[in-house]
């Protein structure tokens, strides 16, 4: 029932000064800073009168008053404080996943990030000639080292790598690439938005389902500037398709004197076929290919922070350093200094399986997460609690990323079902625990995926949803 004016004004009346307001939440609050507390009660105090004013019922006589509205202050103060960005266990069988910040760092990056960051570097200074020096300096030998490449330079993303490559080689020309190859990677970001941002104009060739070279060919002209692929590395095409090997563009290139860019999105650096995992060409392939430039990201299947890593000929590498954009991308310290120590790992590949924790999880055998997810229930069984139904099953994980996307790769989950609650109710109570504890849900049953479950990880999952219930 609407409140009159009268109603309205009485209940106006009864909100309390907002100095009083906030001295009565510092009894609770003591560690809150005054100008936090005035500040939440302004808002609650504007909050509750916008609603009384347009006539919501959500307060009254009976629950306006100075308990229930310090209590609403408080927790806006403590929502405040707390930080935003928070750890997660990640139960969801998604080594990769972007929502949840794709790869984990090793330790080796984590203790670069403390030591470079938490006094001063020589990011940008030269400890040789005393003189200002490059941050890409720390980064492009290892770079070269391990991709074959003759220089290197990295950005901030992958997107940003492709922009900056196309806005220093081809801005006002054209860039023939595969409609086949045109690909949408997260958040609705899509290639040909990229390539039009960077002012190339854009030449489609071939079907979606199959491009020949005589496509390409038969594209190039005096305004062509490049030949672009793209890896599908977050989809694929199958059945009666046909798309061009790169060492076929690389000498169809030579034979225009037009340079030759691949980008690969994923950026896999060691050969992940022979874990039983689809196998992802490395930029050394392309490299070896023959690709002037090649382009990858650092935080999908390479394992470390969020990067853009552009590596090929030297020509083409400085050029792009000289753009104006490349002050608007560049990497910040902590970027470099967890970059290097994860490239570093992969200086012998065997030693970067074992300590680069997004490859771990990704090639871990299926009976070793068995034992995890075996683990996890026996915790469960121990303390027996009746509402709750537990049983270990075989499921599928996925690689995530935009990686590797036609591999399903064998895992093991528990499976959960509660007598009174829903697989949604058990969902929002995991992810409400501290640390949230994100799961995923089929037919009606919480799945807990292991494979993206660190073994210190298992006993929290064990509390949360025994408290859960």
């Not at 507390?37 to 916008?50: F, G, P, Q, T, W």
Request: aromatic share 4%.
């Amino acid at each position: 029932m609407a409140k009159s004016s009268e109603e309205k004004r009485a209940l106006l009346r009864l909100i309390p000064k907002i100095d009083e307001l906030a001295r009565v939440t510092a009894e609770m609050l003591v560690y809150a800073p005054q100008e936090l507390l005035i500040d939440a009660s302004r808002k609650v105090s504007e909050m509750v009168r916008n609603s009384i004013l347009s006539g919501e019922d959500d307060f009254n006589a009976d629950n306006l008053n100075m308990k229930n509205l310090s209590k609403m202050v408080a927790g806006h103060v403590e929502k405040t404080m707390k930080t935003s960005l928070r750890k997660v266990i990640n139960a969801t069988g998604v080594v990769l996943h972007t929502n949840l910040g794709r790869a984990p760092l090793s330790r080796s990056a984590m203790d670069a990030i403390f030591e470079t960051s938490s006094g001063y570097s020589n990011l940008e200074y030269s400890l040789e000639t005393g003189e200002r020096g490059s941050r890409q300096e720390h980064l492009e030998n290892i770079v070269c080292t391990l991709t074959g490449s003759e220089a290197a330079f990295v950005v901030n993303n992958n997107a940003a790598a492709v922009l900056i490559v196309l806005s220093t080689l081809a801005k006002e020309r054209e860039v023939i690439i595969s409609r086949g190859e045109l690909v949408e990677i997260g958040d609705s970001f899509r290639l040909p938005d990229i390539m039009l941002q960077s002012g190339a104009k854009l030449i489609e060739v071939g079907t979606t389902n199959r491009t020949r070279i005589s496509d390409y060919r038969n594209a190039i002209n005096q305004e062509t500037a490049l030949i672009m692929k793209a890896h599908q590395s977050n989809y694929r095409i199958v059945g009666y398709s046909e798309n061009v090997p790169l060492k076929e563009l690389v000498k169809l290139g030579k034979q225009f004197y037009i340079p030759v860019v691949e980008d690969l999105g994923s950026g896999s650096i060691v050969d992940l076929s022979r874990f039983n995992l689809e196998g992802e060409p490395t930029p050394r392939n392309s490299i070896e290919a023959g690709a002037d430039l090649v382009t990858f990201s650092g935080d999908k299947l390479l394992g470390g922070p969020q990067a853009g890593i552009i590596a090929g000929s030297s020509r083409y590498i400085e050029a792009c350093k000289k753009h104006p954009l490349a002050r608007a991308i560049r990497i910040d310290k902590m970027t470099v200094a967890a970059l290097d120590a994860t490239l570093r790992e992969y200086i012998d590949s065997e030693e970067a399986i074992k300590n680069i924790p997004a490859l771990k999880l990704l090639i871990e055998p299926a009976h070793i997460v068995r034992k995890k997810a075996m683990r996890l229930k026996r915790m469960l069984d121990r303390d027996n609690p009746t509402d709750f139904v537990y049983e270990v099953v075989a499921e599928f994980s996925k690689a995530g990323g935009g990686s590797l996307p036609l591999t399903e790769i064998p895992t093991y989950c528990l499976s959960v079902k509660h007598n009174r609650l829903s697989a949604q109710d058990l969902e929002r109570r995991m992810r409400s625990f501290e640390p949230p504890i994100i799961v995923r849900i089929k037919d009606e049953y919480l799945l807990i995926d292991l494979r993206s479950v660190f073994d210190s990880e298992i006993p929290l999952i064990a509390k949360a949803l025994l408290s859960s219930g």
